[in-house]
């Protein structure tokens, strides 16, 4: 099983940058596609940015240009860089990976979500 846990979160000025990341841990054969997603009060969970194990990335359009994605694959981690932060941007940012256990089943897991709170 699959742990995910996040971290970096908190409160920022509009403008303003927060760095998340993500650390997977537990008993698996190899992380797949991991991801951001957020859920903002009233609306539903939406993809921010996702990155393959090659490294391949994929940002909603809203984000482009303004956040980036990168991963460590020594170390099981994924960091969501967010610059120029807007009061949209507020919401809880969830971590998520497919991967493959050790019994050669392919599950995802989500994190348990940090919040992201822009002022204006």
């Known amino acids: 099983q699959v742990q995910l846990v996040e971290s970096g979160g908190g409160l920022v000025q509009a403008g303003g940058s927060l760095r998340l990341s993500c650390a997977a841990s537990?008993?698996?054969?190899?992380?797949?596609?991991m991801g951001w997603y957020r859920q903002a009060p009233g609306s539903q969970r939406e993809l921010v940015a996702t990155i393959t194990s090659g490294g391949t990335t994929n940002y909603a359009d809203s984000v482009k240009g303004q956040f980036s994605i990168s991963r460590d694959n020594a170390k099981n981690t994924v960091s969501l860089q967010m610059n120029s932060l807007k009061p949209e941007d507020t919401a809880v940012y969830y971590c998520?990976?497919?991967?493959?256990?050790?019994?050669?089943?392919?599950?995802?897991?989500w994190g348990q979500g940090t919040l992201v709170t822009v002022s204006s």
């Open positions: 537990g008993r698996f054969f190899s992380l797949g596609t």
């Open positions: 998520n990976a497919n991967y493959l256990s050790s019994s050669f089943r392919n599950l995802g897991v």
